[in-house]
Nanobody
Framework: EVQFVESGGGLVQTGGSLRLSCSVS????????IGWYRQAPGKEREGVSC????????YYTSSAKGRFTISSDNAKSPVYLQMNSLKPEDTAVYYC?????????????????????WGQGTQVTVSS
């Protein structure tokens, strides 16, 4: 069973920084990507960033590019999302996700409905 431990959310002022951490255990997939999605109140969940250590790729949506950095020391360590220059529009619940298909943008997580591939979420609030 895949298990997640997320941390690092909180309240920060505009222009501030936060670092999210996601530790995943119980993975049995041969290849996978790990990334972050977020969901703001009244909006759909959207991708933010993704990393695939097997393929040595990272991915960022346009809203994250240049401000956020995803990293991990190796395939089994926590995955971090360093978020700098935060804006009020970054306010959302951030979810760690595992993509068993290993897609570079972690979009494969949607191919497995009913699988436990999502973390519990951590709240990020950016005040203006």
């Amino acid at each position: 069973e895949v298990q997640f431990v997320e941390s690092g959310g909180g309240l920060v002022q505009t222009g501030g920084s936060l670092r999210l951490s996601c530790s995943v255990s119980g993975l049995t997939f041969e290849r996978y990507s790990i990334g972050w999605y977020r969901q703001a109140p009244g909006k759909e969940r959207e991708g933010v960033s993704c990393i695939n250590n097997n393929e040595n790729t990272t991915y960022y949506t346009s809203s994250a590019k240049g401000r956020f950095t995803i990293s991990s020391d190796n395939a089994k360590s926590p995955v971090y999302l360093q978020m700098n220059s935060l804006k009020p529009e970054d306010t959302a619940v951030y979810y760690c996700a595992v993509d068993p298909a290993g897609m570079p943008d972690c979009s494969g997580v949607h191919y497995y409905p009913g699988w436990n591939l999502w973390g519990q979420g951590t709240q990020v609030t950016v005040s203006s």
